[in-house]
């Protein structure tokens, strides 16, 4: 099996090769390991800080989240009180006494007006405000009424004992609506306000509500004009277990927001508040920033009310992209921590769900806050190995720079003698003269030009022998008449010396070279089958030598003029020759013998022919024997 031929290569690259193979690759290879070795040190070191920081912080945001909800459920819860407190107190009035007195002063103040409804004026005596719509089928239980007022004192008194309280109030079953502070409904609410279609009122009373507990409310407009705000509604009852009305307690949206604003989470977090269903009922600026949630308008206190308008949830869990994946669990389990991506940054997201009531607290803190520090611990390992890798990268350029330049001289130390070596080999070749080599500082390649100059020196010698000797068969050639031909084999090109010319009695200045078919134009007819079998004698045997004889003539002006229309130059080189084999050879030249025999029979009378011998044999053949190139003379014998 022969060996694969590796492809050759510069020496500039095969000492590049050998340096970089012996010297760069190991230190490389060193260098590399060392560096991984140090990068994955600082990877684990620094995965195991995040780690150790994300369960820290985990934790911290845990507890931060249930000391929060706890702060948030522990108010709720005592609002709450104050509701049930409040629906007891309104009880006890509701089914006081109907002779109970009642003050001047609160009768002095409550009237009727021309749109029926049964209405209290505002005093400076920091009293609640009453409002007895005018509803069909209803009819106003005014002495009721007038002992409702009682109520403002306690109304006053639940208002006052926690920040968060907005106003207070107690609708009865009848629509009759006790309210505190003073507002003037019957300015904001319609003659015919129905309490009964509020949501206030309908999901505390019994047929929402059997178990008497206390609600809160959707966030909902308040018909008296104090914006969005959730309600605590206790229901009561008489003893005998009639409904009577709801007592309430209002805080409103802005409240929530800022007692949801004002807790205090680790790294500047914020959080939001959730009904049970996943509707958002506090969203902080904040949150609506980063979540691109519209802000809610705020209604206009002018406008008069007729039905309940719940305010629309800014933020539902189930359908927002960054928590759709995310809700099922947030709604279901009690706590928990999660992660999240907005727009592309991760958070942490931690919940915890309000006892009581089922709402759910939830923070989002963007977790390149929380892991700051260890990022920034990471940052500086991470720029230790930078610097590392760029002081290696700048030494391994410094180093290429070096070994390029190093590669370079030693090429050229070789190089530049083999390269004037081989010119001076291509010169010796082309048979020009050459100078002496100098000395390389190289042992071999003096070596080399030694040997170099000593065989041109024998090439010279040589050459001058060839050429004495081809002057001297030149000079017997001209001497003795005789002519040399060649004929390229494939080509069917047959190449004439000018003794020929002058053997037939021409001018002289007829080509040197034509096709075989015009050489065959010149030939007596009647020698021309001879002449093939000759040619194809010479041809099919391997080196032997053939004679023949054959009449021949001197081209005429009409056998020139046909060598040129075929192609031939004035040098004997065609400009496009096809190949032919002897096949198509004879048929082609049987043809124009044919065709011309009459033509030659007829200028026999007046063509000069002169008798040839021509002898010859094959020179030259190829890798697979066939020959390419024969050679002989032609001889005059009369």
């Not at 945001?61 to 108010?75: D, F, G, V």
């Not at 409002?131 to 403002?152: H, N, S």
């Not at 700048?394 to 070596?421: D, G």
Request: some cysteine; charged content about 25%; hydrophobic content about 40%.
């Amino acid at each position: 099996m022969s060996e694969s031929k590796q492809p050759a290569v510069t020496i500039k690259k095969w000492v590049w090769r050998a340096l970089f193979t012996s010297t760069m690759i190991p230190l490389l290879l060193v260098e590399t390991a060392l560096v991984a070795v140090y990068f994955v040190s600082n990877d684990e070191i620094r995965d195991a800080n995040l780690n150790y920081l994300q369960s820290q912080s985990s934790s911290e945001l845990n507890l931060a989240m249930l000391r929060e909800a706890k702060s948030l459920s522990q108010q709720l819860e005592h609002v709450q009180n104050l509701s049930r407190g409040l629906g007891a107190q309104a009880g006890e009035l509701a089914m006081g006494d109907a002779g109970t007195g009642v003050a001047a002063r609160e009768v002095a103040r409550h009237a009727s007006l021309p749109s029926g409804v049964w209405a209290s004026q505002q005093t400076a005596d920091n009293q609640g405000s009453g409002f007895y719509p005018a509803l069909p089928g209803l009819e106003q239980d005014i002495p009721m009424a007038l002992r409702m007022t009682a109520v403002d004192p306690i109304m006053r008194s639940v208002v006052s004992s926690h920040s968060a309280v907005v106003q207070s109030f107690v609708t009865m079953a009848d629509c009759y609506v006790r309210l505190f502070p003073y507002v003037d409904l019957a300015s904001l609410v319609p003659a015919d306000h129905d309490c009964r279609d509020f949501s206030f009122f309908y999901l505390a009373a019994p047929e929402a509500n059997p178990s008497r507990n206390t609600i809160w409310t959707d966030i909902y407009e308040d018909p008296a004009g104090n914006g969005w705000m959730t309600s605590a509604v206790s229901p009561f009852h008489s003893e005998q277990g009639e409904f009577l009305g709801v007592a309430g307690v209002d805080m409103t949206l802005d409240v929530i927001v800022n007692q949801v604003l004002a807790m205090e989470l680790p790294w500047q977090g914020f959080a939001m508040l959730f009904d049970a269903e996943g509707r958002s009922l506090a969203v902080p600026r904040a949150g609506e920033q980063l979540l691109s949630l519209l802000p809610l308008e705020i209604p206009d206190a002018n406008d008069l009310q007729e039905e309940d308008v719940i305010r629309p949830a800014q933020l539902e869990l189930k359908g927002h992209d960054v928590f759709k994946r995310l809700a099922p669990r947030i709604l279901e389990q009690r706590r928990g921590l999660e992660s999240v991506n907005v727009a592309g940054a991760p958070y942490k997201v931690a919940w915890e769900r309000l006892p009581g009531h089922g709402w759910i607290m939830l923070s989002m803190v963007e977790e390149s806050a929380v892991f700051f520090r260890t990022a920034e611990i990471g940052r500086n390992f991470q720029l230790v190995g930078m610097a590392l890798v760029g002081g290696l990268i700048l030494f391994y350029f410094t180093f290429f720079i070096l070994m390029s330049w190093r590669t370079h001289h030693i090429s050229r130390r070789l190089s530049v003698p083999l390269a004037e070596l081989r010119e001076r080999l291509h010169r010796i070749g082309m048979g020009a003269e050459v100078e002496s080599a100098g000395g390389s500082g190289i042992v071999e390649l003096d070596d080399a030009n030694a040997t170099a100059e000593e065989m041109y020196q024998r090439l010279r010698q040589t050459q001058k022998e060839l050429q004495s000797s081809e002057r001297r068969l030149l000079d017997s050639l001209e001497a003795s008449g005789d002519s040399l031909w060649e004929m390229d084999i494939p080509e069917r090109i047959v190449q004439i010396h000018p003794n020929l010319w002058k053997m037939l009695g021409a001018s002289g200045h007829e080509p040197l070279a034509m096709r075989e078919m015009d050489f065959d134009r010149l030939i007596h007819p009647e020698d021309l089958e001879q002449v093939h079998a000759l040619r194809h004698k010479i041809i099919t045997t391997y080196g032997e030598s053939c004679e023949c004889q054959y009449r021949m003539r001197a081209p005429q002006e009409e056998d020139l003029q046909q060598i040129e229309a075929m192609g031939m130059n004035e040098a004997g080189m065609a400009d496009a020759t096809g190949k032919a084999g002897d096949k198509l050879l004879q048929q082609r030249g049987l043809s124009a013998d044919d065709d011309g025999e009459h033509e030659d029979g007829e200028r026999a009378s007046g063509t000069r022919w002169v008798l040839l011998s021509s002898r010859g044999r094959v020179v030259s053949w190829d890798a697979e024997g066939n020959a390419l190139k024969a050679a002989g003379m032609h001889i005059r014998i009369r």
